[in-house]
Each structure stands twice: as C-alpha cells, then as structure tokens.
C-alpha cells in the first residue's frame, strides 16, 4: 500500500505493484509487466480494477492501482469449504455476472485503428476476482492476457494459467478466444457452488485430463444443490468447444437474469455480511480462519507445487547411492548411478533376476531394493522371456503388417499388448478398449526423460536430479520434474502425451521382424488418455509409410477387382483422411482392378499416385474395401 499525495493536501491510497527483486532482470517479466500497463490503461470499468499511473522510480517499474480493501474468491472458497458450506445461490450468481461483466468490456475493447484487440484474459482464477468490504467485484491480474497487437513473446502453445482454472483448449495448447475466459469462469462459478473442486483433486495431471475431457462426474453427484437453470447456464458455459459456450456478455446478462427471475436482490450487501461473518474483512489475513481439515488442494497455489514446497522444506541431504550389478552370468557392472541403473532396467539390460549392491552392500535380488520394486515388478517396464506365451496372434513384421493388426485391435475394442521384436529391440504397445495406452521400449531414445531433453522441455542436468529422486516420487521421473519446478504440470501432461504418441508412430516404421498379440494384459502404469482416435493414428501411419513398401504390400491385388464394404459412405465420415485419399476410395465401385484405378487416377489433372496406393492400402487394412475373391 503506498499514498499518492498532491496539492493542497490531496491524498489517496493505492496499490504499488512491483516486480520482485529475484526477477528485475527477467526480460520477460518485465514485458509482461509493460503489458499490463499498456492493457490496463485501455480498461475503464467499475469491475476492472484502475490502473492510476505507471513509471520507473531508480530503474525499479512500479504500478500505481487501484487499492480495493477486502478479500477475494480464492479466499472465500477456503473459509467456506473449512466450514462445509457452500455460497448462496444469489451470491455466486451475483460474483460470476460481475465478473463476466468485466470480462465482456475487456473483449470489446478496441484498439487506435477501432479493430478489436483480440484481449483474452487467460487467467480467471479465484484469487483474480477481489471482492470490496461492500460486497461489490473488481477482476485483475492482466499480466499474461493476450491481445491482437502484443508481442510476439507470447509464444503459440506457451501455457499461462493456474492449474484447475483452465479451459481444454488452453490445456491443449490451442489458439484461445474469449470462450475460453467464459469456460474459467463457470468453473468458479460451479465451485462456488458444490464448494469442493469442479475436476477433482489428485495429481496435477489428473486435473488436467478431466479438463480436456471435460469430466462434470463432480457436478453431477450435487444435483441437489443447483436448481435447473442455474445447471443450464453452467452447461453452456462449460461446454467442451468453444463455439457451443456464450460470449461473456451473454453469460452476465443469463446470470443476471436467473437472479431477476427468483427475486433476489441486495447481493452486495449479503456478500458484505458474508464476508464480515468469515472474518475476511477487515484486517484478517489470508489464511487465518481455515480450518484444520480445509480443502485447499484445489485453490490457487501459484507457480510453485505443494511437492516442490516439500523438497525445499528441509529434511536430511541425502548421499547419491553407487550401485554395483550382478548379472545371471556372474558379471559385474558398476559402480553406477541410480538414474544409470534405473535406464538399465527399464530398457532390458537388468533384469528381475539380476543381483544388485548399494554402496558396500551386499548383492540381493533387485526386488529386494525398495526404490528399484516398482521397476522389476512392472510388467510394461520388466522384459521377461515368458511375455509371448498365450499370444492369441503373431506373425512377421511385413510391409506395412502393422497397420492392418492395429486396426483389427481397434475394432474389436480389444484390451492387451502388441509385441514388436527384431533381434535385441523390443516394444510393447498396451491397448485398452482398441485405444493405445502405454508404450514400453528398450531403445534409450524412448524414454521420457531423453524425449524432454531432445524436445527441450528440460536440461539434461535437470532429468538426471529428478533421477536422483525418484525414490521421494514412487519412481515417477514427470512427479519428480515437476517437484523440483523444471516442469509445469500443463507441459508434463503434454509431453507424455505426445510422446506416447511418438512411441506408437516410430512402430509404425519398422519393416522387419515379428509381432506377437497377447490379450488381456494391462500395463498396471500410471497412464494418461493420448485424446488422439486410432483413426487419427493409422492415417499419420499410412502417411509415413514408404510408397515401395506400400508396392509390395498391394503387388497381390494389383490385377484384382475392388469392392466397397457396404455403406461406404458412411464409413468415410468417421475417418479423418485427406479429400484425394477420400475420392479414390469413393471412386472404387466394384467395376475395375487396382491396376485400372491407378491407371484412370493418373489421368486426373494434378493426379499423385501416392495418394491411389495410400488410399488403398487404408481401404484394405481398415476394412473400407475388400478384393473380389474375399466377397
């Protein structure tokens, strides 16, 4: 709190806004900071907070805002939760339509040639929405909003937000609108409500899947405490794409309206009572009345993890252990690093049976060793001898084979592990329900922490800590990263998702050796959906494939006549393929070969006969056409 002072005595409160010294020489906190000026300075509304001036006192920038004297939600929502109460209806409908009130003059803002800005806040989370000792609501926070004319320092796919308040598109890192502002703010809205988290607690990746899936389980078991058209407004509000959300405007004006209809008046003065009862006004601090038993895992903690807070928190250093290895033939390897040993096991070179010391120890077998049990113990991590017995099919690796056997697992939903081998490299590739869900592979490429690094998601010196650590984190290298603070949950959550994704395409490649099907089994890993169809998959696969192997694979029907599977049409629509691939397969009717379809495709202006063996080789293995003789 600071005081503006001028003549003849004049005198007010404000809020100084600083960057604190550990990050004065950020240079992107202070262009984020410049950018909240400038932004701030084009808001003029009774729900935005004011910015009074902007200036540089000895080389140190300083904001001079508006000072509201109160609380705000986040605060709110953890007095309230301690207690088991909710917020009145007429309360969370009256902080949401404010909100959305602020949020609606903040996308209409234009710039000095009249265009929209384009202003999405990104960041409407609890503790952004200040509530007035008078019961009235001030958003803030414009610091990582992004608008049409902002520099290009706010990267496509660089994730700002808190954790929890997020909307699936920002999740996912796709291009945000204004909806997405709208989506945040109906997940306050809602949590107002039920008073415990709208996508659940639990790891932080765990929120965020059932953000990007949109899962509502939460909202649905408190039926009782959301009348219909409230749940209606929330529904829209939070409604998975954008397109289908209402603008904010429309979301303030439906709250305003709901409050209308049911007679409710005086929301600021309750909202005053509200917060005096709480002892949130008034000089209490922030955290002084929350209960010994409060939920506070679902509130905003900022950039720092609770995990992280327990690893600087103190505790006993802890020595780096050297491990030494005993081999079944008696060899020994060593003295080696846990993240060395941990790389071994999970790429096949240890296994269960080998006998490992620590230190000076003795050798044991490693299962014995408590922070190697989850990695000689799991079968998707372990590479044991008897992995193919009671495989239900198998085969040679033959050009493009693959495709055909993963489509036959996505469409009979089937649950177990594809075995890919040639000589020492293996992969496993566990589906559940057809979809694939983990992928295990003894090249060192493949793992995650090698994948951050050649991504750049993380320096090799940062995974080789997170290593060192696993022990404190089940042995989950992403728990660890994130721990330390070297990742955020939201680039965690993308990172394995993409690179579980990299593991089934790379399978993808391999033109030799063999596969086995071994229904049934499950991986026992922690495991996040890819949000990818399998349909998206097998095309990128088909995409890859090189146009020889696709030859050989069709050389046995090249003078074969074609025939569509019934309701072709209609099979096409669910499959996302490009429009020539689309128009070959439309174009087989039964009445030519392969040979007589490459032939007229070829005559076709800016014809490619990649797409006719592409397209063809997909209709086959996928069961959208068939040759004549298996009619």
Not at 242 to 257: G, I, T, W
Not at 363 to 392: C, H, I, M, N
Not at 549 to 570: N, R, S
Request: hydrophobic letters at 45%; glycine letters at 8%; charged letters at 25%.
């Amino acid at each position: 709190m600071a005081r503006r002072t001028g003549p003849h005595g004049f005198e007010k409160r404000v809020a100084l806004k600083r960057i604190l010294p550990q990050f004065a020489r950020d240079t992107e906190f202070v262009a984020m900071f410049i950018d909240e000026a400038r932004l701030a300075a084009r808001l003029t509304h009774p729900n935005i907070v004011q910015v009074f001036d902007f200036g540089d006192a000895d080389g140190e920038l300083f904001l001079a805002m508006e000072l509201v004297e109160g609380s705000n939600v986040n605060r709110l929502l953890r007095a309230i939760s301690a207690r088991g109460e909710a917020v009145p209806l007429d309360l969370a409908l009256h902080i949401a339509s404010q909100t959305a009130h602020a949020l609606a003059h903040a996308h209409a803002a234009r710039g000095d040639d009249d265009k929209l800005l384009g202003f999405v806040h990104r960041d409407v989370s609890p503790a952004n929405i200040l509530l007035t000792q008078g019961g009235h609501v001030k958003l803030t926070d414009f610091g990582i909003a992004t608008i049409r004319e902002r520099s290009s320092r706010t990267e496509e796919g660089h994730v700002r937000g808190k954790l929890g308040y997020m909307s699936p598109e920002q999740v996912l890192g796709k291009p945000l609108d204004a909806k997405s502002d709208v989506f945040t703010l109906a997940t306050v809205m809602a949590e107002l409500l039920i008073a415990e988290p709208l996508f659940g607690t639990g790891s932080e990746l765990d929120v965020l899947v059932r953000i990007r899936d949109v899962d509502l389980a939460v909202l649905d078991k408190t039926p009782e405490r959301i009348p219909r058209d409230v749940r209606a407004l929330l529904a829209r509000g939070l409604a998975r794409e954008p397109v289908q959300r209402p603008a904010a405007h429309v979301f303030a004006d439906a709250c305003d309206e709901v409050a209308r209809r049911r007679g409710m008046g005086h929301a600021p003065d309750r909202l005053a009572r509200l917060l005096s009862r709480l002892h949130l006004t008034e000089g209490e601090g922030p955290d002084t009345d929350i209960g010994p038993n409060g939920r506070t895992s679902w509130l905003d903690t900022g950039m720092v993890s609770t995990a992280t807070e327990d690893v600087l928190a103190g505790g006993d250093p802890v020595s780096p252990a050297i491990y030494r290895v005993q081999l079944e033939n008696g060899q020994e390897l060593g003295p080696m690093s846990f993240p060395k040993l941990i790389q071994m096991i999970t790429t096949g070179q240890i296994t269960a049976s080998s006998r490992v010391a620590r230190n000076r120890g003795d050798f044991q077998a490693a299962g014995k060793l408590a922070e190697l049990t989850r990695f000689v113990t799991s079968p998707a991590l372990s590479w044991r001898s008897g992995d193919l017995d009671g495989a239900v099919r198998r085969g040679p690796l033959q050009a493009a084979e693959l495709i055909r056997e993963v489509w036959r697992i996505a469409e009979g939903r089937e649950t177990g592990v594809l075995h890919l081998w040639r000589g020492e490299r293996r992969k496993k590739i566990y589906f559940v329900e057809g979809r694939p869900e983990f992928v295990a592979s003894t090249d060192r490429q493949e793992l995650l922490g090698e994948y951050l690094v050649e991504h750049g998601y993380v320096l090799r010196m940062e995974v080789e800590m997170a290593l060192a650590l696993l022990p404190r984190y089940g042995g989950h290298l992403g728990d660890a990263l994130v721990g330390l603070g070297s990742l955020r949950p939201v680039q965690l959550f993308r990172a394995i998702t993409d690179q579980v994704r990299s593991r089934v395409m790379e399978a993808f490649r391999w033109t030799r050796g063999d596969w086995a099907f071994v229904e049934g089994e499950i991986s026992h890993e922690e495991t996040f959906p890819l949000g990818y169809e399998t349909r998206e998959l097998l095309r990128d696969a088909v995409g890859q494939v090189h146009t020889a192997e696709l030859q050989a694979a069709l050389e046995p029907v090249h003078e074969t006549v074609l025939l569509p599977f019934p309701a072709l049409d209609a099979l096409l629509r669910a499959w996302p393929i490009p429009g020539a691939w689309r128009q070959v397969l439309l174009g087989v009717r039964g009445d030519a070969t392969f040979s007589a379809i490459l032939a007229r495709h070829a005559q076709a202006p800016g014809a490619d006969a990649e797409d006719v063996y592409r397209a063809i080789y997909l209709g086959l293995a996928c069961h959208l056409i068939r040759p004549a003789e298996v009619a």
